[in-house]
Structures are given as C-alpha cells and as structure tokens.
C-alpha cells in the first residue's frame, strides 16, 4: 500500500515557525511535544541530536507496535532500514520502514496493523517510506531493486519478532556479498549518472547536499562498498566529512522549515548563523572541503573496486598463461616498472620503490607526482601517505634546489592528467606543505556566476589549459608557474591582482626562480586581466590605449606570456569567459602592442575594431537611405547566411577574423547568441533606442560595439555590431526589429513605458536576489579622444538601455562603446565626447558617471 504523503501538514505560518502543538493527551500528541522541544534544543547538535531524535521516535514506533499487536509480536517485527536504520534522524528526514512478517497471519491481519503504524505517522505530517514484506519478498525486492537492496544493508529492530528481523539482516549482508561483483559496478553507474546530472557539491555555488557528487548520497554507496568485502574508502576525514554535511543538512532544515537538501544563497546566511559559522563563505568552504574528502574517497574506492573485478574476471589457468599482463599494456600483479628514481609503476598505480628513501630525498614527493601525472597513473592512498611523511620529515630547503623546481614545472606540464595527482596530494595536505600559501585559496569560493571551479581548482584547470599553450612562449615554465598562481591573492583581502603579486614573489622565490624571473611571475599575475579588459573594453584604435599597455607590460618576452596566461586564464573560467570574438579582440591589442614595443608602425590591414565589408555596405545603405539598416547573422545554431532587411545575402563571419584557439584542442563554444549588425544615420537617442527595442523582444544583450563612421564623406553613421540571445522561444524577425526601431527613434513607441511593465511583471516572479549597487567610474587617462565611462551593475533587462538615456540626458555624444556580460555581471566601458567631439573637462565626466549611476541605482 502507498499514500501520499504531506510533508507540511502540521506546519502552519512562516516555515522557520512551526504550529505549536496542543498539550499532550495522546501518546502521538506526547511524541510530537517531545521532538518539538528537541529540535529546538539548544544543548544538543549534530549527531547527538539525530541520535537523540532516532531513539525518541524509536520508543514512539515501538509504543504503537505494542498496542496494536497487544505485546504478542510473534512472526512480525518493524524494522527501520535506510538513514533511519543507520540512527540518522535529521529534522525533515523521511521514516524508513518495513513491516516484516513470516507470512502465517492473514492479509487482512497484516494490513490492518499497517494502518495502525503508518496512519499516526502521517496524521503528524510526517514523511514516510513504508513496506509490508515477508523475508522471501524482501530478499526478491532487492534483487530487483537496487535502492531497497541498499536499504536493507541498514536494517535495525524497532519493536516485535528480533530473531525475524535478525535473520533478514543477516541475509541482506550475504545476499549483497554475494551479488556484489554484479550490483556494485551497478551502483558506480548509477553514482555517475547522477553527478553528471546534479554536478558536484564541491563546485556550486548552491548544491544538493545529498544527490551532488560527493553529498551524502555518494557517502552511503561507500558504507555500501564496504559492506561487500570487495574494497573498502580511505577513512581518514571520511567520517568527519559526513557528519558535517549531515550537520548543514540539520540546519538548512530548521532554519527553512522544509525538505530540502539544497543550500540556496539566500538560506546560506541563516545557515551559517545557526551552526556558528562566521558567514556564508566559511560555511560553503567547509561544506567544499567535506565534499572533497568525499569524492576523493569515493574515486580511489571505486578505482580499487575496478582493479578486485578485473583480476577476478581473468581465469585462474589464463592470468597463469598471461604473467602478469593487463589490459591496457601494462605490468601485472608483483611487477614493477621504473618511471623516475625512487618512483615505479605497480598493478597500474604508481608507488615508491623498495629502494626509495623518503627520509634522504626531499624531491621525492615531486618527483613522483610529476612522474605519475606524466604517465597518467593514479597515486594510491598508501604512496600519497608515505610522501606526506617524507615532506614533512625531510622538508625542500628554501629556496627549493633546481630538481625540485624542474618537477614541479613537469607536473603542472602534464596536461588533464595533473588534476588527480594534484588532487591525491592536496587529500593528504602535501600541496600546502610545500606551498603553505595555498590554503588560502584551498576550496574558496566564488560568488561570480562566470566561475566553475573554486578558487584552487580553477588555478589549476588554467596550467592545465596553459600546458597546451606552451609551444607558443619562449619560457613554458614561467607560464605554468604564472597559470598556478595567478589568482593567489583570493585569499586576502583587497584587490586580488595587488595582493597577489606580492605573494607570487614570495612563492617564486621560494621556488628557486632567480629574482629576473620572479620578477616575471609577478608582472603576469599583477596584469593578468589587463589584455582581456582592455581589448574588451577600450578603443584599440586609440593609442593611448596601446602605450598603456606596452608601458604596463615592458617587453615583447612578458607581453608573449601574458597573451598565453589571458588565454589559459579565460578558458579555465567558463564557456562565458572565452569566445573566438574575445580572442581575436585579444590578438589584435598583442599585435598591436607588439609592434609598439619593437617600435615599428603600427600593423597594417583591417583590424577588428574596424568595420567589415559586410558593415561597410550596410553604412553606405543605412547613409543612402536615411534609415536604419539591419542584418541578422544566426552563426551560433549553425547558419551562415544574412537575414538582412536589405534582402542581400552574406557571407558569414568575416574570413579575416580568426576563429580558432590556437590551443590544438577544440575551442570552447561561442557564447549563446546570434550577431546582430545594425547601421543608423547619426541622430540623437540611437543607443537607448536600439538597447530598449532589442530588450522589448526578449534579446540578452551578451557583448556590443558602438562605432561611427562616414562611409562615402557626406554623413556620420554609427555601426552597431551586437550579440545577443533569446531568453526563450526563436528569434524575431529583422523586418519587426527594424520598424520598432524606425518607431523608437521618431517617437511613436513609448520604449521607456514599454520595459517599465516587463519590469514590474519580472519584479513581480523574482526571487528578490540582493546584487551589490551599481559602480560607474571614470577611467581616467585611458584615452587621448575622449573621455571613458566605465559601468559595472547585475545585468538586467533595459539596463543598457537605461544607461544610454542616462548619457543623452547628460549631452554627451558616445563616440564608441564597448559592452560585455559575464554571467549575470554587466561590464560596459562608453567613449564619450562633448558637443565639440573633444573630451569631457574632469568635473564634468564625473558628473556624469554621477548622473548614469543615479540611473541605474
């Protein structure tokens, strides 16, 4: 029998207040009064609350099952099974329950006892799993179903017939032992179905505590590994690591009053407050930390699982005949293969030789994970452990001697395969023993929706990303190093570039890079956004904006690393980071740059920052036609022809603008979008017009420029390029697009009205996500021809078009702009000139970065 079941029943006003229930007369009323003032019991916590709670709804279920059977409980028993049969009761935990019976009292028996057990469960509006099953029922549930299976692994008595429940616990065990080689590989399947779907708790800013990979769910496969014989998890944090998350679980229950396994960002704060936390980042650090542990754990269980079902898979006769050959090449059981001193190949993982000394060789924790990221073999537990104690016992003298130097620049070097090397030191606290200055950024966060990785990851995926670029700098290991520390300043307060390049020094030296090159090191980490934001974000065709550069930079050696560290950096972000457009816009400034520091002229041929053909023919149109012109180009789902109002057809994207990464790998994907060029007779209100109309149809701006040009010497036209995405459904039509324009400019469409209802409407569905204000500032000494308003706010529909309303309000003439989104972060830099076309007076230009932020704000 099943019945829904609800949850809030017995919950009435806000969720962090629960109906209080009425003075107790009954036994459930009694019950519901007792787990009232535990939960809300200050002097108990954590495990001992859970514990607490179990045994209290222990002797509750065990009352009812005496007075429904009247103490004759013989050939029946209640069993728990699942988090509850292992004593686990958080707040809103479910009740598992079996209702186990031999079978020789009748159907009808059986079912009203049911009824008698699982009414006064619900009627308290609490969750429940339940069965009625016999032992032979049970055992064929399992084998069919691999959840109850597990769930049985934590059968524990509650009340009745204990030899009943005994004997099934006992089958359970050696029924799972038996059929482990079959169901465990069916558990990893399902482990990983389930991480690709729910990702990875150690990443996101709001995960699912329990189904994300290395939540409580992965915790329980473990308990279930183990319980098979077959291979058992590094236990060293494991159990610290699962109670933790059970703890955050507790919280997020009694500060929501729901059930819930996801830390959302605005339950973060209470969460935190309740466990003591001094705020939301520490709380998800330490959730970060337990979910490594986790996945740590349940990778190398799993990679031992593989290895015990392999070997059992070969025939005895056969592994005979074979000698110790596996699949895949290499050497078998009791063989060892050498791969760097004191470091060999053994049964597919490396370990340290038999004549290794760890006490005598302070390399030899680099120098076997530089050999075991190189061959792309895993570290076991037992070798990570004994390295562990070599660093600590025979510590590198400071600076490191040039081997070490050389393998840490092997490892870094070694492409995807470091990650799990890299991973195996940091479970046994090595990576911050030989750099103490990493356990700032170990499991950081990052609160920017652009950033997949922690902080620490992230710095490695970025030498992962940097190793296929080194083939186009003439110093590979001074971009590694850069790759691994350039956002090393997270972990302080401040500008992270400022704070970060004093620490890179420090950590270069430390390495035993000569002061020339830690000097480098430091350049690139303290300027490793300034490619991307000023190509991005600045007139390339000013030169202001390339002496800046070259001045910043130096030289054309640093100049070369930077461009590969802005590239490996970008790549490691995200999809949103990273684009053909943005590296071509980065490519250009280098060139640029380039030539400037060799003092040559300046690169001749169309630049990207100049118009196209294609932009050109649409000037002279929109110029011959007084209207506006537009062409719609959908590269991103696969077309290459133009959806023009003109009804030409184009060309696609322009051949002379590169498209590739350079990398040798696949480039990451164009941002979501399509290209859409518009060309409009120079008149006032074209930017808010155009932002205001594309906003109208639901289209994401994701990056535009603005540029005037005269195309025959007889008028000014600006040139729109932008990018955009539908928030939902397909694209409009050029055709609506261009008459809603050609009405936005006459003024016979209320544009600003228009997006004041879509903002009420989305005000209205929102879930009130609190956004740091807007900062608009003027950024000073960046341009020679005008004046540059730089804008940082939350993307929001109309905001660009607020923001040119903002500008024409002020009389201000934007002479170009250049605007970019990462995430849900709006990036928008405007060059902007007085009536006259020349720069704004100080006091002016901050009046009006005064006036477009009062906008916005």
């Known amino acids: 029998m099943n019945r829904a079941v609800d949850t809030t029943a017995a ?95 009748g159907a009808r028996t059986v079912a009203e006892l049911a009824d ?177 542990t ?85 570290l076991p537990p037992h070798a990570v452990r004994r390295l562990r104690t070599a660093a600590v016992t025979r510590p590198l003298p400071v600076p490191w001697p040039a081997e070490a130097r050389e393998q840490l620049v092997t490892l870094l070097g070694a492409g995807a395969q470091t990650v799990p090397v890299w991973e195996a030191l940091e479970a046994e606290g090595i990576t911050t023993w030989l750099l103490p200055d990493w356990e700032r950024v170990r499991c950081r966060p990052q609160r920017n929706a652009v950033h997949r990785w922690t902080v620490d990851r992230h710095l490695i995926e970025t030498a992962v990303r940097a190793s296929a670029l080194t083939r186009r700098v003439h110093r590979p290991d001074l971009l590694l190093v850069a790759a691994l520390l350039h956002d090393i300043g997270k972990g302080w307060p401040g500008d992270h570039s400022v704070s970060g390049e004093t620490i890179a020094r420090d950590m ?13 090191i430091a350049t690139l980490v303290r300027h490793h956004l300034l490619l991307i934001e000023t190509a991005t974000r600045r007139d390339l065709g000013d030169p202001a904006t390339i002496d800046a550069v070259a001045d910043t930079v130096g030289g054309i050696g640093t100049l070369e690393l930077l461009h590969a560290l802005t590239e490996a950096d970008a790549l490691a972000t995200g999809p949103a980071a990273w684009s053909a457009w943005r590296g071509s816009l980065v490519a250009d400034l280098v060139k640029r740059v380039t030539a400037r520091l060799a003092g040559e002229p300046a690169p001749q041929g169309r630049a990207v920052d100049e118009p196209s053909a294609e932009q050109e023919r649409l000037a002279v149109e929109a110029w011959r036609t007084g209207a506006p012109v537009l062409a719609l180009h959908p590269r991103a789902e696969g077309h290459d022809e133009t959806d023009s109002t003109s009804g030409r057809t184009g060309t696609g994207p322009d051949p002379d603008v590169g498209t590739g990464t350079g990398l040798g790998i696949e480039p990451e994907p164009e941002p979501v979008g399509v290209e859409l060029l518009m060309a409009v007779p120079q008149q006032p209100g074209v930017l808010p017009a155009a932002a205001g109309v594309l906003a109208m149809h639901r289209l994401t701006v994701r990056a535009a420029d603005l540029r005037s040009i005269d195309p025959v010497g007889e008028g000014t036209v600006l040139l729109l ?65 005008a004046t540059v308003i730089e804008v940082r706010a939350q993307d929001a529909q109309g905001l660009l078009h607020r923001i040119g309303r903002a500008l024409e309000a002020a009389r201000v003439t934007v002479r170009s702009a250049h605007v970019s989104t990462l995430g849900a972060n709006a990036v928008d830099a405007f060059y902007v000139t007085d009536e006259k076309g020349d720069p704004l007076p100080d006091a002016v230009a901050v009046e009006v970065a005064r006036a477009v932020e009062r906008a916005l704000t």
């Open 11 to 105: 919950r009435t006003g806000a969720p962090n207040a629960p109906e209080e229930p009425p003075p107790p007369s009954t036994a459930e009323d009694s019950y519901a009064t007792d787990r009232l003032r535990l939960l809300h019991d200050t002097d108990q916590d954590g495990s001992a609350r859970r514990a607490a709670l179990a045994r209290l709804t222990d002797d509750w279920l065990s009352g009812l099952f005496e007075r429904a059977t009247g103490g004759t409980g013989s050939g029946i028993a209640l069993v728990a099974v699942g988090g509850y049969g292992r004593g686990e009761l958080s707040p809103r935990s479910d009740l598992d329950l079996l209702l186990l019976h031999d079978g020789k009292a």
């Open 116 to 292: 008698q057990l699982w009414y006064p469960v619900w009627d308290l509006g609490l969750a429940l799993d339940h069965s009625v099953r016999t032992p032979a029922e049970a055992r064929k549930a399992a084998r069919e179903d691999l959840k109850v299976q597990l769930g049985l692994l934590d059968a524990r008595h509650l009340a009745g017939d204990p030899e009943l429940t005994g004997a099934l616990r006992g089958t359970a065990l050696a029924d799972w032992r038996e059929q482990a080689p079959k169901r465990l590989p069916e558990l990893h399947d399902i482990s990983r179905e389930r991480a690709a779907r729910q990702g990875e708790v150690q990443y996101l800013l709001e995960p699912d505590l329990k189904e994300a990979r290395g939540g409580l769910r992965d915790a329980t496969a473990l308990r279930a590994v183990a319980a098979s014989w077959l291979a058992d998890a590094p236990r060293e944090g494991l159990e610290a690591a699962r109670t933790r998350l059970l703890d955050v679980r507790d919280a997020l229950h009694l500060t929501t009053g729901r059930t819930t396994d996801r830390l959302s960002l605005q339950e973060q704060d209470q969460v935190a407050e309740a466990l003591g936390v001094l705020d939301a980042d520490v709380l998800l650090r330490q959730v970060y930390e337990s979910a490594r």
């Open 294 to 378: 986790i996945s740590y754990a349940s990778d190398v269980t799993w990679r031992e699982v593989g290895r015990v079902l392999r070997s059992r898979s070969v025939r005895p006769v056969l592994r005979g005949l074979l000698r110790g050959r596996v699949a895949g090449g290499g050497t078998g059981r009791g063989e060892r293969s050498p791969l760097a001193e004191g470091v060999v190949e053994l049964d597919g993982e490396v370990v340290l030789a038999r004549t290794a000394r760890p006490d005598r060789d302070p390399v030899l924790p680099l120098r076997a994970a530089a050999a075991a990221a190189q061959a792309g073999l895993p």
């Open 508 to 520: 270069a030296a430390r390495i035993g890079f000569d002061a020339r090159d830690v000097t480098v």
């Open 721 to 785: 390029s932008w990018r955009v995405a539908v928030e939902y459904g397909s694209l409009p039509q050029t055709v609506r697009l261009r008459a809603d324009l050609v009405r936005a400019l006459d003024g016979s469409l209320d544009v600003p009205a228009r997006l004041a209802e879509r903002e009420q409407a989305y005000a209205r569905r929102s879930r009130g996500v609190q956004a740091p204000p807007p900062r608009v500032t003027v950024a000073s000494g960046t341009s020679q021809r």
